[in-house]
Each structure stands twice: as C-alpha cells, then as structure tokens.
C-alpha cells in the first residue's frame, strides 16, 4: 500500500474525493489517500507543497499559478473544477457599507498572503477601476477570523466562496454587496515535483478515480442532500451551486494559461511568466 498524502479546503467542491476515500476506491488500487482539511486555504497549501507537508493539493488556480513561478516545486496535472469560483465581497451587517463603491480603500480581509482571497481582491479592485497599489489587507487566517475582524472593524470587507458564506449571510453576520467570479477555472490539481517523478502511476491511476467519480457525481441519489448536511447549507442553495459547476477531467490548456498569467502579470501579483512546461505537466 503505497502513501499518497493529499489537502483541500473543508468546502463542497472537494466531496468526490471524501466519497471515493469511503468508498475504497484509491484503497482497490493499494493506495492509501491520505486527506487533510486546509481551511486557511490556497496560500496554506502552497507552503504544504513546498515544505513536503503535502503530495498533492486541490488548489485555486490563481494561487498555485503564482506561487509555482515563484519557484514552488509542483506542477498543475488537471483542472479539476472548470467553472468560476463564484468569490462573495461581504462586509459586517451592521457595517455601513451599502454598495461595492464604498468599499474602496478600504481594509480587506485575507486568510493569508498569497491566498486567493487576497488575488481576487486585485482582480476586483482592477474589475472596479480602482488603483491596485491602494489595496490594505489584515490576515484572518480562516472563515472565522474573518468574522471576528469584520465584526470588531478591524478589517471592512472579507471575499470568500458565495455558497460557504451565505450561511452567514442568513444569519445576519455578514452582508453580501457583490459577486466577483473568477475569469477562469477555479481549482486545479497540483503535485510535487518530487512525487511525480517518482511515482507518475500512481497519480494517473488517483487522476482516472477521482475523474470517474466527479464524471458521475451529480447523478448520485440524494447528493444535494448529503452535501447540505455535510456542509451546513440550505438544500436549495446546493441545487443552485451545482447548476452553476462544472467539474474537469482534462488538462489545463497553454491557452488559459495564458490568459491566467497575464493578468496575474498585468496587476503585478507575478514578476515573471513561466513557461507551459514549468507550470503544467501532463500524466
């Protein structure tokens, strides 16, 4: 039984993987997949990759795009979700704040540096006509923190997944005053260098299950339900969101990586560009 260690964020983009994990399917292949829940997210995993905490990430796009040209040893094997995050601006509900044109210059909340909720915050800033380099950030950490720094002012708006907070939103916590998606495929799969050299079967073999799985996913008897009991959300919130994902099997394309690096290159959040193969190996 070979050890594949593997981390996401506790959100429901990532319920394939815990199904085919109780199902014993990597286990039928003698592999034994290892999950860890990374709830600060995509900055979080970019440092778990590098330091061998973990071997494989399911990580947003513009985050691992970034950090492995600024030299992460991992390459992007697949897209795993195809459509847009759709990324929630919220403030505090009793925040003054009304539209997103009030909430320029103001202090926005991050889970870390380097996360995505820290590049979508230039990419809305740029979305918004406003200057980039004006942007102030105060490190949450989580979910939690976030509500913590929104709630006692010490940061003005949190950008975070519009599903996983709109419980929040429900509750009277937070105020939702726009959506901003991403302008390209949400997560990818990355893998170490190291673990794809020495193990390249082993991560197609963990690629063809997880694709069999999200292949038939939204066919699984009651699987709105299971995801609204999983996840804390509302039935008809999850009907919603899975009308609006698309889940990948395929590689990412030079073109949308393209497209990715230019604007992480245009807002300044990379210095350089790396080429197709420094970034996207193919298995």
């Known amino acids: 039984m070979k050890t594949i260690k593997i981390a996401g964020v506790p959100e429901h983009f990532n319920l394939p993987w815990h199904l085919a994990i109780k199902n014993g399917d990597f286990e039928k292949e003698n592999i034994d997949l290892q999950w860890t829940d990374v709830p600060e997210g995509t900055g979080k995993m970019c440092q778990m990759l590098r330091n061998g905490e973990t071997d494989i990430a399911v990580i947003l796009t513009e985050g691992i795009v970034k950090d492995i040209t600024a030299g992460n040893p991992s390459k992007i094997v697949q897209v795993y979700v195809e459509s847009p995050l759709i990324w929630g601006i919220h403030v505090a509900a009793s925040s003054s704040f009304e539209t997103i044109d009030d909430l320029e210059n103001k202090k926005i909340a991050i889970s870390r540096l380097g996360s995505g909720s820290q590049l979508m915050a230039y990419v809305n800033a740029n979305k ?26 010490t940061a003005d708006y949190f950008m975070w997944e519009h599903f996983m907070t709109k419980p929040l939103v429900d ?7 726009a959506d901003c998606p991403t302008p390209w495929p949400c997560f990818v799969i990355a893998v170490s260098d190291e673990i794809l050299e020495k193990q390249p079967t082993i991560i197609a073999t963990i690629l063809k299950i997880i694709n069999k799985t999200t292949q038939d996913f939204k066919s699984i008897p009651s699987v709105e339900e ?8 509302k039935t008809e919130d999850i009907r919603e969101w899975l009308t609006l994902t698309q889940w990948s099997q395929n590689s990412l394309s030079e073109e949308m990586l393209n497209k990715v690096q230019n604007q992480l290159f245009e807002l300044k959040i990379i210095d350089k560009k790396g080429t197709f193969e420094d970034i996207v190996k193919v298995v």
């Open 226 to 233: 299971t995801l609204a009991s999983k996840y804390s959300q």
């Open 128 to 153: 918004q006509g406003w200057k980039t380099d004006n942007l102030h950030f105060e490190i949450v950490n989580t979910i939690d923190g976030a509500v913590q720094a929104l709630t006692n002012g």
């Open 171 to 177: 509750q009277g916590i937070f105020r939702r005053v």
